[in-house]
């Protein structure tokens, strides 16, 4: 479904981004590991159309979108619930989720997934009319995820769902972003909680200083001494 | 009594006038950080617009006023466009300098085309002439006029930002341009947009000014839109509800001091205004003492 080919990303003379390959097949969770600074966020924001690429290519559906508008790619089925939420914090839970579905025209089908969001979170529901900067750091990001979900993607993309959040609700958060995608959304996922991403995930891949490092299936890299040592604390 | 009731009533249309610039102000510091020092030219121009439209096209005052926002909307849009939109990932103090130019050149182009001389406006006419006493005050019809225009606009801007989809995706911009363009916002249509609002009000200003001082000329914007900055400051810049708050205060405190004090004093007392709030609330009256974002 989405496929990054030999992407190079700079920030000024800053290599961020060097010959970054990576696949999401249609139904997978795949997962993005890595230490502070990999190049995680900003994959993420290359494929969302925030940030450009020096070279490289990005596919959707085998069809090249590297040159597309952000706006374009959302239209595509691309969204993202970026890293610290970054909900609207004064406008309404209701706004922010309205926002998600900016470009959509489609008033039943709109009114019909809020309902799905709310039934997914119901605590977004009780809260509706509140702004959303007054909601505890959990709900914020279940309203970051669920505005990404009302733009209908195909393709959702999370950086960091669980950061800063009590082991309780990482746990929440996990189980919801594994059922989300058994209800046919795939994810791409970034953490640095590489225990419980790997967990969730088909596949994974590891990303240090800009480069993929490691891939293979979530099991398998659970094994895996290397990873064991640098991602899951011995 | 009666006597300050009366100031403050006359204070209303001036401050009417300063809230509808500080708008402009406000909205474009709120989505782009610029203090846009160009949107006291765009009022000008919007002020002889209405001029001309009013002499040489001889039309009445409601069309003058829709020609003079729709110029001035156009205008403000374009001036984005040219000046400002290159410089997005500029620094601010080089988009900033460019806003002084885009105002000087404003002026001078139009002392260039219009002439430096002073032009005396043209009067309202008929029903707009007269004035009535309510228990002892004077209210003019010229202030009803001011304050009605003034008040149906801040209503519709309001419904705008507050119930249209522009006008949510104009406060998500201002609030996370990132964020907003995850959404799939286009983000430049929006600065547009803003840019357009903002203007077309300046324009309504302009009109505004001049039937109520009965002249213009193109250097008028510069105090006006001064102090219309310092009421969107004093309100809290890039709040729509401060920009309002803070032109009726500036306005009233103006009216007041030229009435009770000395004339001379007026517009140093504004500044005073302004210095006190940066010192006490330099987030001002609606603003919350947030540190700027990074
Ligand atoms: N706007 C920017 N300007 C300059 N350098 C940047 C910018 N954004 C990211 N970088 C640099 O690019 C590199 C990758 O950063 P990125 O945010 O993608 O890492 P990350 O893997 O998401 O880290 P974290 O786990 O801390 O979120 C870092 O060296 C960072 O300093
Ligand atoms: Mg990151």
């Known amino acids: ?234 | 009594m009666e006597q300050l009731l009366q100031q403050i009533i006359n204070g209303i249309s001036l401050g009417s006038i300063y809230a509808l610039i500080a708008l402009g102000y406000t909205m474009v510091y709120g989505i782009i950080k610029l203090i846009n020092f160009a949107h006291s030219d765009v009022y000008m121009l919007g002020a002889f617009i209405g001029y001309f439209s009013m002499t040489t096209l001889k039309l009445g005052f409601l069309p003058s006023l829709l020609l003079s926002m729709l110029f001035s909307m156009i205008l403000g849009v374009v001036i984005e466009k040219v000046a400002y939109k290159p410089l997005r990932n500029a620094t601010r103090i080089a988009v900033l300098i460019t806003a002084i130019g885009v105002s000087l050149f404003l002026e001078y182009v139009t002392m260039a085309i219009a002439g430096a001389n002073v032009r005396s406006y043209p009067p309202l006419t008929g029903i707009l002439t007269e004035s009535f006493n309510l228990m002892g005050i004077t209210i003019t019809m010229q202030q009803i006029l001011i304050v009605t225009i003034t008040v149906v606009l801040m209503i519709l801007l309001q419904f705008i930002v507050k119930k249209t989809r522009i006008g949510k995706a104009m406060r998500a911009v201002s609030l996370d341009s990132d964020a907003a363009e995850l959404m799939g916002i286009n983000v430049n249509s929006t600065i547009s947009f803003t840019f357009a609002l903002g203007s077309a009000l300046a324009g309504a200003a302009g009109i505004l000014v001049g039937i109520y001082y009965n002249s213009i000329n193109p250097l008028m914007g510069t105090l006006p839109g001064i102090k219309a900055f310092v009421a969107a400051v004093f309100g809290g810049i890039g709040i729509i509800p401060g920009a309002m708050i803070g032109g009726y205060f500036i306005g009233i405190v103006e009216v007041l001091v030229s009435g009770y004090g000395n004339s001379m004093y007026r517009d140093g007392v504004v500044f005073a205004i302004l210095i006190l709030v940066l010192i006490i609330k330099p987030s001002g009256l609606l603003g919350k003492n947030t540190r700027e974002k990074v």
Request: net charge neutral; no cysteine.
């Open chain 1, 1 to 234: 479904m989405l496929e990054i080919k030999n992407l190079n990303v700079h920030f000024g003379v800053i290599h961020a981004l060097k010959n970054v390959s990576l696949t999401v097949n249609e139904g997978e969770i795949v997962t993005l590991i890595g230490a502070n600074g990999a190049g995680k966020t900003t994959t993420l924001r290359t494929i969302s159309g925030l940030k450009k690429p020096t070279d490289g290519f990005i596919f959707l559906d085998g069809k090249d979108i590297t040159n597309t508008t952000p706006q374009e790619r959302v239209k595509m089925g691309i969204s993202q619930s970026p890293e610290g939420r970054r909900v609207f914090p004064t406008m309404t839970v209701l706004e922010n989720l309205e926002l998600g579905a900016y470009l959509r025209k489609d008033k039943k089908e709109i009114a019909k997934d809020l309902e799905m969001v709310y039934e997914r979170f119901p605590r977004l529901k009780d809260r509706r009319k509140q702004a959303a900067g007054t909601l505890s750091g959990g709900e914020q990001q279940m309203l970051a995820i669920g505005r990404a979900l009302m733009s209908r993607p195909e393709i959702l993309l999370l950086d960091e769902p669980s950061m800063g959040l009590a082991p309780l609700l990482v746990q929440e958060i996990f189980s919801i972003i594994k059922d989300i995608n058994e209800a046919g959304t795939t994810i791409l996922l970034v953490e640095q909680n590489a225990s419980m991403a790997l967990q969730i995930a088909n596949r994974a891949y590891v990303m240090e200083i800009g480069s993929i490092v490691l891939s293979g299936k979530g099991s398998e890299l659970m094994q895996s001494d290397d990873i064991k040592k640098a991602y899951l604390g011995g």
